[in-house]
DNA sequence: TCAACGATAGTCCGAAATGGAATAGCTACT
DNA sequence: AGTAGCTATTCCATTTCGGACTATCGTTGA
C-alpha cells in the first residue's frame, strides 16, 4: 500500500539467489539467466528500496543491513509462492505426488545432479520439490532434508550423508600462509564458519586434540554455498561435509590438509512423520535415496575407522 | 523450484484485490489500473497455476478451492514485500515514522478517504501504514486496528468505531420478499456474514427478542467489503456497523428497514502497545483518529440510548 | 610492472509483456 | 425486448526484459 511500485518475482528470485551463491555470475547461471540480466534486476531492485542491498567487493557480493531485511522477507515471499504452487498441485492430483522439502545446499550439490536418473528409473512416482517452504508448510511434506543429530520427535530420521567432514581450504590460501605440515599450523589461518552450525570448529578442536584453539579470524555466512564459495576463493579454512566437495577436490580447487577431519554427530538426515505410514512410492524414493547417499561416500568407512581409532 | 515461471507481482495484488472486492471492475479501480488490465492478469495467473481461481457470476468473482489456497499465499507474500519495504524505511530513517496497521476495510471505507486531511494538518508527521502484514509483523506497528471487544493483553484499546451495528438490505431485495413491516419478516431472507464475526446474527436475535431465529440462507463472505457488496447486489440481509455504509444509506442503495440494529460489544478499536510511552507524533494521530470517528458517528448517542431502553 | 583472469556495470537491440480504449458477450432484472 | 452491470477479447502503443557484447575495475601471478 506504501509503495506504488512492486518489484519483480524474478527481481525477488534474484535477490534470494545472490544471497545464496553470492556472486551475480553463480546466481544467473542458477537462475538460468544471464549475468548482465541479473545485475539488471538488481540494480532495479536496489533502485524500488532506495538503498544498495549488497556490498559490491572483487569476490562477488554480500549483503548490507537493508539487503539483509529485504533477502529475509523475499525469501519469505517466494516460500508463499511456491507452498501456493506445492498445495494447488496437491489439490488438483487425484494421486498425490510425493511433497519432499530438501536443503539449498544438498539440492544444488547433491541432489539436483541426481535426481532426474531416479525420474528415469520411476517416471510413475511423482515427486514435488520445496525448498524455500517456511516451517510450517514443512510440516506439510512427506519426507524432509533436515541437518542435526538425527533426534526429531514425530519424525523417524535416516542417515543421509554429511558424517565426514574434512577440513578445506584453497591450495593458494595455504602456500601464501606457509603451508600445513602440522596440526598446529591451522592456528596461523583465518576459518569460515557456518552461522547455523557454530560447533564444528570446537569440535573439530576437540576431536583432533587441537588444544585451546583461537582462529586467527571468524567469517560467518549464512549458506554452505557460500562457505564453499569463500573458501575456494581463499578466504579462509573451512570445515564442510566431504560428500559436498567431490568436485572440487577431485580438480584441486580445494586440498584437505594432512587428512585431517572428524565424524560430527550433525549431519544430514532424510526424516519421514514417524505416525505416517509409508506409501509404495515414498518407500522406493527413500530407499533410493539412502541408497545413492552411500555411493556417494564410499570412504566413509574406512575414515570412521580410522577416526574411532 | 518447481514451476520454472514465477506470477508477476501485479498479478499477485490483483488476486489479493479480486479477493477483496469481489469485482474486476472494482479491484480494477482499487489497483488504479482498468478492468482489461486485471481481467488479463487474472487469465494469466490462472494459466500459469492451471486452474481457475474465481467462479464467475454475473454478480462478480467469488473464488473457487484453488483460489482461497492461492489466495492465502498470494497474501503473505504480498505482506512480506510491505514489511520489507516498511522495515526498510525504518531502518534508514533517522526519526522513525509512526507505523500503522488498518485492516482493509477500514482503509477502505474511512481511512484513505479522511487520511489526506491529517496530512495536511501535520506534515511534520510521518505515517506508514500496512494492509497484509502478518501477525507478528502487526507486532511491531505502533499503532494498530482491531476488531473484538476491547481485550487485549498487554495493548491499550480505545474505542474507534462501529458500535452501532444496523440490518441492512438492498431496496430490490425487500421489496422482493415482500417488504418488511415487522420483526418477523426477516425470518424470509437470506443472510449475509461474515467469516470472521459469524455471531453477529445470534447476537442480533437476542438483542431484538427475535426468537429461534433460523436464516433461510447463510452466504459467508471472507471480507466485509464482499458482505457490504453482496448486500447492495441484493443477495441478502447483513449486519454492518453503520459507519462503514453511511454513502450507501444516503444515496438509497442500502435501507436500514425499521431501524433495526443493536449495540455490539465487538467493534473496532485503535490499540497502541501498554507498554510503550506514546511518542508525541502518535499521540497527535490518535487523537485525531479518535475525533475523526467520534465525528462520523454523530448518532451514536442517540441510538445508544434508543437501543437500551 | 604488466598481462591475465574474474568479477560487475553499461549499451544496443529484438522479443515479449503490459496496460488502455473500444468492443463483444453474457446474465439478471424490469 | 431492453437495460444495466458484469467479464472477456481484440488491437495497438508503450514499456520492460533478457541476451550478446563491451567497458572497467581489482586481484593474482610471472
Redesign the interface.
Known sequence: ???TH?????G??VVAALAQYGTVSSAADALHLTQSAVSKQLKNIEAL???PLFDRTSQGLSPT??GM??I???R???G??????????A??RSQPAIRLHVLPIL?DRWFMPRFSRFAELHPEIEV????FAASDTVEEADAVFRFGDGNWPGWRADYFLGREVILIGAPQLIARGGGISSLDDIRHYPVLEHRQTPLRWSDFAQATHLNEFVPARINRFGYYSLVIRAAIGGQGLALVPRSLIHDELASGQLINPLGLGFTSPNCYWLTTPANRPLGAGLATLREWLLQEARQSEPMEVALLQETAS
Not at 6 to 10: A, D, I
Request: aromatic share 4%.
Open positions: 500500500m506504501s509503495s512492486l518489484p519483480s518475482t524474478v525477488l528470485r528500496v532506495g538503498a543491513d537493508v531485511i529485504y529475509e522477507q523475499a519469505i515471499a517466494l508463499a509462492l511456491e507452498t501456493a504452487a506445492v498445495r494447488v498441485a489439490l488438483r539440492g514435488e520439490f520445496t525448498t
